[in-house]
């Protein structure tokens, strides 16, 4: 089950296990695997993330460069192009939580300066040895991903001796060296990469398994939205992956995670709150509105 855990970013402070979180998925990019040219106009897509905070997300995650297996890198000023006009036509128009998917120091400054409040980094910030610098210096939060090789290579026949001891090995060194790099851990978010380097079991395993990063006292997020190894499993393709999706969620929930990284936020978020009432054996109240702050 999740443990309360104080998560901080930017001037805000929150406490994350009362109720699971959503991180709605916002793609600016021509070729990501779901979704991709879908919100690539600037105002289009503010408006689809205002309408996703509308449905419940807690967080609104844009990302402009494809990390689908073998994507090629996009140059930072294209991807600062499509991220950075987002970010600010949702933060004129509302407060929610923006974060932004990049490996990139720039692409971060220039997104920390429009406005966003948390950096995605799939990298866990081995791409550019500017990045802790930046959201050191923004406050910002940050979360940490585990991916075995890059995007172009991670599904090249990954392979692992230990599965969870190697994810969770990664994820501790990462949290440790994010914090030597002037980063507070409290502003750290972990999430042990489904998809990013991984097998249908690996992926299996990793979501029944998310106890065994319990005791590095971290947020997990958890990103199972759409993904290859539901697509295994229901021989389907991405725009047909809801059930498996909502599925993986609640189980992802129940196993520990604080944080759900989806396409589809009010088909999830319904399907959450109907799984946290029977937990709980009392109705859960609607998530909207609901984001607890503390001092």
């Known amino acids: ?24 998925i916002l793609n600016v990019t021509p070729d990501s695997f779901s979704d991709g040219g879908l919100d690539r106009d600037p105002e289009a897509a503010a408006e689809r993330g205002l309408a996703m905070a509308a449905d419940g ?7 402009g460069e494809s990390t689908r297996p073998g994507a090629d890198p996009v140059p930072a000023e294209e991807e600062i192009r499509r991220v950075v006009p987002v970010v600010e036509a949702i933060r004129r128009r509302s407060a929610v939580l923006l974060s ?61 001796e230990d599965l969870l001891g190697e994810v969770r090995g ?32 690996h992926n299996l395993t990793l979501i029944n398994r998310l106890d065994v990063f319990e005791d590095l006292g971290r947020p997990i997020v958890l990103g199972p939205s759409r ?9 389907a393709p991405p ?8 599925a993986a969620a609640v189980l992802g929930v129940v196993r520990g995670a604080h944080i759900l990284r989806v396409h589809d936020v009010r088909e999830v978020g319904r399907a959450l709150r109907v799984a946290e009432s029977i937990l709980a054996e ?10 607890r702050y503390v001092s």
Do not use: C
Request: no cysteine; glycine share 12%.
């Open 239 to 246: 725009q047909e992956r809801l059930e498996g999706t909502i």
């Open 227 to 235: 993904k290859s190894f539901i697509g295994k499993i229901l021989n």
């Open 57 to 63: 997300a807690d967080i609104i995650d844009i990302g």
């Open 1 to 24: 089950m999740r443990q309360d855990i104080r998560f901080r970013t930017r001037d805000k402070a929150f406490l994350l296990g009362r109720r699971p979180w959503l991180m709605g």
């Open 282 to 291: 009392t109705p859960a109240p609607d998530a909207k509105g609901s984001v």
């Open 170 to 201: 990664f994820l501790e060194l990462r949290l440790r060296e994010a914090v030597a790099a002037g980063i507070p851990a409290e502003r750290i978010l972990l999430d042990p990469g489904i998809g990013f380097g991984k097998r249908l079991e």
């Open 100 to 160: 932004v998917d990049t490996t990139k120091a720039e692409v971060a400054r220039r997104a920390l300066d429009a406005g966003a409040d948390i950096i995605n980094d799939v990298s866990a910030l081995r791409f550019d040895t500017g990045l802790p610098g930046v959201v050191a210096g923004a406050g910002a939060g940050l979360v940490l991903m585990h991916m075995k090789g890059t995007p172009r290579t991670m599904q090249v026949a990954p392979f692992y």
